[in-house]
């Protein structure tokens, strides 16, 4: 079974700094990952996700992450952490490429500070 | 295109009685997922249907029933509800329901058990 670890249930940074929330999956087959922003009272908005092609996955807003396979990793960066950013981030595996069954790690709430 | 809808937004219910959600696909996605958000388990999957059949099942109790139309409109029914089944509802639709394809998520229902 598939599983997806999610270090850290809050990060706090500075507007202007460095945004680096931490993925990791656990999964036997080659996944599919996703990441998702969850803005309070809303739905999950999906800010990219990889499907094989290129490693490095450029997303809206400014994001990216980086497939490594090596360290069965995701993690997701951006340069600059604006106001707007704060909201929770789930990152998500789905293993089976038949189903849209996606398993979700437990979310990081990022805190923004101007 | 009018993104994934979600009836009712808000919905207060007590122990024993059964409520039913309903969620409006994206116009020709044809699959719809399911899940559950809470804080203890976060987000967890329920079931996903597909040309009106449902293809997959999380790890639910029965009480958690579903059904989707020939329109792909897809209805969630929770009978003899009980206090933890206070949670976010969320749907999320995709064109085939193919493991690699975006998740279009919905607003969600919340619903609050008394």
């Known amino acids: 079974a598939q599983s997806v670890t999610q270090l850290g249930s809050h990060v706090s940074v500075s507007e202007g700094a460095l945004v680096l929330l931490r993925c990791n999956y656990s999964?036997?087959?080659?996944?599919?990952l996703f990441w998702y922003v969850q803005y309070p009272n809303q739905g999950l908005q999906l800010l990219l996700k990889?499907?094989?092609?290129?490693?490095l996955v450029k997303g809206i807003n400014g994001f990216e992450a980086e497939f490594k396979k090596s360290e069965t990793s995701f993690h997701l960066t951006k340069p600059s952490a604006h106001m707007s950013d704060a909201a929770e981030y789930f990152c998500?595996?789905?293993?089976?490429?038949?189903?849209?069954?996606?398993?979700f790690g437990k979310g990081t709430m990022l805190l923004v500070s101007p | 295109k009018a993104g994934v809808t979600q009836t009712p937004r808000y919905l207060i219910k007590t122990r024993g009685q059964q409520v039913t959600l309903s969620c409006s696909p994206i116009?020709?996605?044809?699959?719809v997922s399911w899940y559950q958000q809470t804080p203890g388990q976060g987000l967890q999957f329920l079931f996903e249907?597909?040309?009106?059949?449902?293809?997959n099942k999380g790890n639910f109790p029965g009480r958690f029933s579903g059904r989707q139309f020939s329109n792909s409109r897809s209805e969630m029914n929770v009978s003899t509800l009980e206090l933890g089944d206070s949670a976010l509802y969320l749907c999320?639709?995709?064109?085939?329901?193919?493991?690699?394809?975006?998740?279009?998520f919905g607003p969600g229902t919340r619903l609050l058990v008394l």
């Open positions: 999320a639709s995709s064109l085939y329901g193919s493991g690699e394809e975006t998740q279009y």
């Open positions: 999964s036997s087959v080659p996944p599919y």
């Open positions: 990889y499907t094989s092609a290129a490693t």
């Open positions: 998500a595996v789905n293993v089976n490429s038949g189903y849209s069954t996606l398993t």
């Open positions: 116009s020709g996605h044809r699959s």
């Open positions: 249907y597909f040309s009106e059949t449902q293809r």
